[in-house]
Structures are given as structure tokens and as C-alpha cells.
């Protein structure tokens, strides 16, 4: 019924994109819908109720493509109803497994590389009878020009301002389904932002792979986010995910000097063991990234940090494994993403093979997780009976009258709602209990000023990941 509801309202095609992996496909999704908008395409909510079908998918762990590949063949039987539907694969898997994909799922009707998404409205013009297939990485494709649908009345938007990875660590694919790095001009960054202002969003989320490498021309990543904190309305900035190799005094100077800019950092480290560190080719030694952090930690008042693990990468032993818990133990992050280690074709560690076994990685995941939580327990519990600036998002996920927002070290705070208060409002909460994961609190006094709520800086974290 839906379906035909749709169909009235308009004869536009109607496309429904799901979007898996890190933000960036976030973003990827909106930049997608943007150009097919314009080719005069429609936003869909429901697959059932699409003339096209796209899943934006991620090829960084093997389940992440699994699940994908189960997903493709439940939608594909939607064809039974109707016949004339469209189903596409976008995204990092497009490009990983270009070769094999239509085998795996030969009802697809169109395969699409991150950096082909400017052809899309062709492509799905032409792909009426052999499937179509554009995988074609292009090193200077940044979508200039393209402007991105992003979600209406959010608070926070992110915004690419670099593609691609030159790092080549060795354990990832980012690389090669990605192709080369490369930068946004900066003028078309702060026109995204100012756009976004003028539509009332409060919160930029820069992002990049390795978003603190971000240059253009004369303008480094520091310029950048002085650049992006100038823009009126704009009340808080952050970006994701900065690689600890181009932490630079510069940066570390604007984060510190810049009010904005917030207090939190998700700055990967993968191992604790440089013995591991050096096969992953990650381009530091677990003593250069313990300084970084105390450098950090000196220059931004109450910054909050979390990081991604990699549990069971090959060569990695005991004793490896024991320096991953022992650093997590000494930095005390906020939180911390922890993953198996996943063995990925083309990889450069992929001929290196595995050497931990499936129960072994599991039992060191479980361990770490372990370790962990009681780790961002402790840190939160820290914060009983201190005040934070929220900025609100909305209602809680668990509805009951309470709403939730973000403290500037990004961490989830519940707390009741009261007249006047609305998304994009930022209110002072006193923190009252907390989880390992979330803070609940009261409003602790009237609503800060817009702009006067950056200033305060406290600990605290949970944690985005590029
Ligand atoms: N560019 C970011 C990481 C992006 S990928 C950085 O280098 O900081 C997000 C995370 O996925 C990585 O930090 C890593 O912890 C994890 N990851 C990447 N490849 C993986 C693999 N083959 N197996 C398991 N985890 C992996
Ligand atoms: Fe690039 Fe990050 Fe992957 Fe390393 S882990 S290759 S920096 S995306
Ligand atoms: Fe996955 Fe691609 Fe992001 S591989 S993590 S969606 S860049």
C-alpha cells in the first residue's frame, strides 16, 4: 500500500539507499542522494516502496561484506513484486570485490566505486538489460560542486574534506577502494558549512581517513579548522579520524586556541606492541604515540580520547597483546573500538597470513572489551556531580521525557526534558549517574548563550569512527 502511496504523491523514481561502514559512507550516502536529486530522483524510507535499491557498503572486516551479501539476496526477492526494480551496490565493497560480486549476487543491476558517483544517473539510465559496472578510482574526484542531502533539521552535519588513503597500513583495504588522498579546496568546504548554518545545524564533523593530513594548496588542516570555527552559527566543530602521524604542533595549537573546536579526539592506535605496530606499517612506536598523548593532554584542558584496537593481528603473542592491555590501562581512554583482526585480500599483510587462531582472537576481543568497559566506567564515574554544556539532539532513544545530546567530549547525556527546550539548544546538565556508555543528569541552570557553551571543557568520550 505504501508503495502505491509513494507512486500519487509523484512520478519521480523513487530510490532508497542503506548505508553501511564509517561516516564517511554517512556522508558518501548524502552526496549520492544530492546528485540523484537533482537528476530528478525521490527519497524513499522503505526498500518496498523503491524503483531503486542502493546499499552503500564497507569491505574494512569480512562480516561487514557478509551481511551485506545476505541483505542483497532478501531485497532481490522484493523483485517478485515488482519486476522493474533496480538494485545497485555502491561503496568500498563495489570496489573490493568488483570481480566476484555479480557470481555472488548476480541479481545486481549496477556495481559503483566511490569515486563514480557523479555517473550514477546514467548508470542507472543504462542498466536496463546487462548489469553495469564502474569501478574506476580517480585521484582527483572530491565532488565539487555536488551538494549533499544532508538530514533535515539535524543538529550536527558532517562534511568530507578529504577522500582517499596514502597510508597503506597493512592490515587495510581503505587504500585501494578508496584510491589515493586527496583535498577538498577550502573555499567549497566553507561554503558547505555556511550552508549548513543557514540551515540551522550547530555541529560540523569534518571527516577524512586521514583527516589531519588535509592540504590544499597553502592551506593545511590547522587553517582549515580556524576557517571553519569563523563561520557564524557554527557553535562547535569536530573531525574524524586524525592519524597520530600528522598530529602537528600546528593542529595541536588550533584545537587548543580554537573555543569551537571540542574536546575529544579518537585518534587510533591499533597496537600497544611496536613489535605488531611495525608489521602493521602504522609509522609510529607505541612510546611516540604515549608522548603525543601527553602532549595532548597538556595542551587541551580536559580533552577526552578513544581509539580502535586491533585484537589477533598475525605475529601478534601474549606478550603483544598484554602491551594492548597494558596501554589501554595507562592512557585510560574514554572508550575504545576493538576489533578482530580480519585477514583482507590485497592487503600487504594478506600474504603474511593469520596466525591467531578464530578462539584465540575472540578470547583477546572479549578480554580487552572487558578491560575496557570498566576502564570508561571509571572515567564517567569521574564526572558524578560535574556540570556540562549539552548540546540537544533530541528525544532519548527510550523516549520517557527525556532528551539527549552530546557533552563537548562527545559523550551521551540523558536527562529530562523541560519547556522550552529543543534540539539545537544547549543546556548546562549536572551529571547525576552514569554507564560505562552514557551520562544521566538534570539541567543544571537556564540555557547557556549560543557560543558561550564551547568554553567549558570537561572529560569525558564515546566515539565516532572513519
Ligand atoms: N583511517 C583510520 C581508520 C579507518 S578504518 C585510521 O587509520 O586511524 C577503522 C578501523 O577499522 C581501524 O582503525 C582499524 O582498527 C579497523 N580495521 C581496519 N582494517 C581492519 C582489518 N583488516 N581487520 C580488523 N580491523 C580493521
Ligand atoms: Fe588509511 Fe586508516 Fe586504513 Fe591506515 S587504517 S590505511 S590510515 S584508512
Ligand atoms: Fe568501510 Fe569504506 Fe569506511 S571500507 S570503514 S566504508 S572507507
Redesign the pocket.
Known sequence: MKGSQSADISLAPAVYVETYGCQMNVADSQLVMGILRRAGYQRVEQPDQADVILLNTCAIREHAEERVLGRLSDLARLRNRRPELKLGLLGCMAQHDRQTLLQKAPYLDLVAGPDTYARLPQMLRQANFDPIVDVRLNRDETYAGVVPEHEPNAVRAYVTVMRG?D???AF?V??YVRGRERSAAPDAVIDEVQALARRGVKEIVLLG??VNAYRHGETGFAELLRMVCAVDGIERVRFTSP?PRFMSSAVIDAIASEPKVQPYLHLPVQSGSDRVLQTMARGYRVGEYRALVERLRAAIPELALSTDIIVGFHGENDDDFEATLELLREVSFDSAFIFKYSLRENTKAYRLGDTVSETEKGERLATAIALQERISLLCNQRLVGRDFPVLIEGEARRGNGMLSGKTPQFKTAVFPASDGLGPGDTVLVRVESVTSHSLRGAPAKAPLQAGSAPEVRRPTGEMPTV
Open positions: 588513503c597510508e597503506f597500513c587495510c581503505v587504500p581517513q586521514t592519524h
